[in-house]
């Protein structure tokens, strides 16, 4: 018994002072939590949570993606149609409902979610937590200097170009440590529910999780219970499914081809998502077309 006691107080000894060196690392992000009227308790829990850790990583990837542009040719080949009239086949009766109800076509709901997780395989396995409050960060001046040096030693342009990309790394900095705090805002708003358990929550280096790849504003603002079982669960494919439909609509999604574009666009900041969701919706409503031409002859 006085082993196991002695045993039992080490541990919580390093327990507590590993918390501290969190609590101490975490400060300005603390303070910046609690001026905006976020309870305390809340705020410990989650950085004392063994899950929550300081990842640097986060912190460049973050604020240094805007460098490199992302390829996404891959994601309207053959196979790629090909899955996405298998996920359309699988789930027709639900995507007709999300179509009929929103006015997104399948094609397009079904493109996203393979673009965004290859409907479901690629969830991503990085505490959401652990992202938000590292990403917070990357406005100190320390991770602001290591992330231009970052680029210095990876961009492959020229000098102009390079001093155009760094001189954006100081306002970009400050931008995502705001965006990093309003993701913690909501996922505090998230965890009031029961049935979402925050600390478990995993997902991508950007902090989007689900099927869907939502960040925590987005699921507050547009997830919805699809199946109506109480419950508005992203890892879910219905809900995952009536949630992008939604997104799409409330973002603008109509009967024409500008504004349809800023919707996808809305949904992730990137011109070439934007042209390969619209590719691999293009090229599987193609493909269903000539299958029911097939079957009617």
């Known amino acids: 018994m006085l082993i196991f006691s002695t045993t039992r107080i080490s541990f919580s000894s390093i327990m507590a002072e590993y918390n501290e060196e969190k609590r101490v690392m975490f400060a300005t992000v603390i303070e910046e939590l609690i001026r905006e009227g976020i309870d305390t308790n809340f705020i410990f829990r989650t950085i004392d949570h063994p899950n929550t850790i300081f990842n640097e990583r986060f912190v460049k990837i973050n604020v240094n993606n805007f460098a490199s ?3 996404y040719s891959h ?3 053959e196979k790629a149609v090909w899955r996405a009239l298998k996920f359309i086949n699988e789930n027709k009766a ?5 179509e ?14 393979f673009i965004e997780t290859k409907y479901g395989e690629y969830l991503g396995n990085n505490s959401i937590l652990s992202v938000y409050y590292s990403t917070a960060l990357c406005n100190k001046r320390e991770f602001i ?3 231009k040096q970052s680029l210095r030693d990876s961009f492959k342009g020229s000098d102009s170009e390079l001093t155009s990309l760094l001189s954006k790394i100081d306002e970009r900095s400050e931008k995502k440590s705001k965006w990093a705090i309003e993701q913690l805002k909501a996922i505090y708003e998230m965890g009031k529910n029961a049935k979402i358990s925050i600390f478990d929550l995993k997902g991508s280096w950007a902090g ?5 790849q939502f960040i925590p504003t987005s699921y507050l603002s547009w997830a919805v219970d699809g199946n109506n079982d109480g419950n508005i669960n992203l890892f879910d494919v219905t809900d995952a499914i009536f949630s992008v439909a939604n997104y799409l609509k409330s ?11 800023k919707a996808v666009f809305h949904y992730n900041n990137s011109s070439a998502y934007v042209d390969a ?9 193609e493909s269903l077309k000539k299958t029911s031409n097939l079957q009617e002859d």
């Open 75 to 77: 994601n309207w080949s």
């Open 145 to 147: 200097d290591k992330n």
């Open 277 to 285: 969701v619209f590719k691999l919706a293009n090229l599987t409503s």
């Open 69 to 71: 542009s992302p390829d």
């Open 208 to 212: 989007a999780f689900g099927i869907s």
């Open 100 to 113: 009929l109800q929103y006015n997104v076509p399948k094609e397009i709901i079904a493109s996203i979610l």
């Open 251 to 261: 973002n603008g999604w109509c009967d024409d081809s500008i504004p349809n574009r």
């Open 94 to 98: 639900v995507l007709n409902l999300a």
